[in-house]
């Protein structure tokens, strides 16, 4: 089986996390290739390598066309509809769906209104429908069976939005993460976004302190947009795979007994010492490994 995990020791957002993928083995031009059946303003895909203190990784960003002013307000069915006409796989569908559910009963219920009535700001924007499906489609193209994540950090302070100046974590993104484990965090700007909320509330299996037990197999780095000053501003994903005997394995593992030569020459003036010595490590040890806690996700 194939699992995923989503080391969000800096936060995570929807272009951190596209572009982790991607860095991670997703395939770009699939991904590409498909976000062209959705039917939206016209947009650019910019990917680019940077450096987040001493980490390199993929930047991504979503240009839209100047002459194509962007609808930044959509309404959440309007959301539904565009996603399910635009023909993707079952899976694809049904992550994409999960996400913006996830986002809308959020909003809906921060706003004291039906689903059905919430009309999304920010997160209406192309470059977050591109983001979430995006995300979607890179899971899919990994095929990856179980998705887990970290705690998150959601950030602090103050941020402006449509509705004016809110503090981080915004009301949405904190609704979304009730129930699931948060990290505490000593900066003052936002380190989850909205559409990052959605991604871990909405697709998420399972959290863990620690990595789940695993094969290694591909390691991504996704950027994000500031730079902070003690830590890289990055998500790291990692892909791995779990095999029938990796929980023996990860419990212990013994080294067995080896035998080695030394040979040792030494001179003194006029005569000479040369010894040959072999000796066994007969005692075999083992070594036990202890992962994090998991906790349960929160698929409602």
Not at 6 to 29: E, H, N, P, Q, Y
Not at 145 to 167: K, N, Q
Not at 171 to 194: C, D, K, Q, V
Request: charged share 20%; glycine share 8%; net charge negative.
């Amino acid at each position: 089986m194939r699992i995923l995990y989503l080391d969000c020791f800096s936060g995570i957002s929807g272009d951190m996390t596209l572009a982790a993928l991607v860095d991670a083995g997703a395939d770009r031009a699939y991904i590409e290739e498909e976000l062209t059946k959705i039917k939206l303003e016209p947009y650019i895909l910019e990917w680019k390598r940077v450096v987040k203190r001493g980490i390199s990784a993929l930047k991504l960003d979503v240009i839209l066309d100047p002459n194509h002013p962007p609808k930044h307000h959509r309404h959440y069915s309007e959301i539904v509809k565009v996603i399910q006409a635009a023909g993707f796989n079952e899976r694809v569908t049904a992550l994409s769906l999960a996400i913006f559910e996830k986002i809308g009963i959020a909003e809906a219920k921060i706003h004291g209104i039906s689903v059905e009535k919430v009309h999304f700001h920010e997160v209406g924007a192309i470059d977050s429908i591109v983001d979430i499906v995006g995300v979607a489609l890179a899971v899919d193209s990994l095929q990856v069976e179980r998705i887990f994540a970290s705690p998150v950090p959601l950030g602090s302070g103050t941020i402006h939005i449509d509705h004016g100046t809110y503090p981080v974590p915004a009301p949405a993104t904190l609704e979304m993460m009730r129930g699931l484990p948060i990290a505490s965090t000593t900066y003052s700007l936002e380190m989850t976004t909205p559409t990052g909320a959605g991604i871990i509330s909405g697709i998420v299996d399972e959290f863990s302190k620690s990595f789940p037990p695993m094969i290694v197999d591909t390691i991504g780095y996704g950027a994000g947009t500031r730079d902070l000053p003690n830590q890289p501003n990055v998500l790291r994903v990692v892909v791995g795979k779990v095999d029938p005997y990796i929980g023996k394995w990860q419990v212990g593992h013994e080294h067995l007994a080896q035998e080695h030569s030394h040979s040792h020459g030494h001179t003194h003036d006029d005569h000479h010492h040369h010894h040959e010595h072999t000796h066994a490590h007969a005692h075999p040890h083992t070594h036990s490994h202890q992962t994090g806690a998991v906790i349960p996700g929160a698929h409602q």
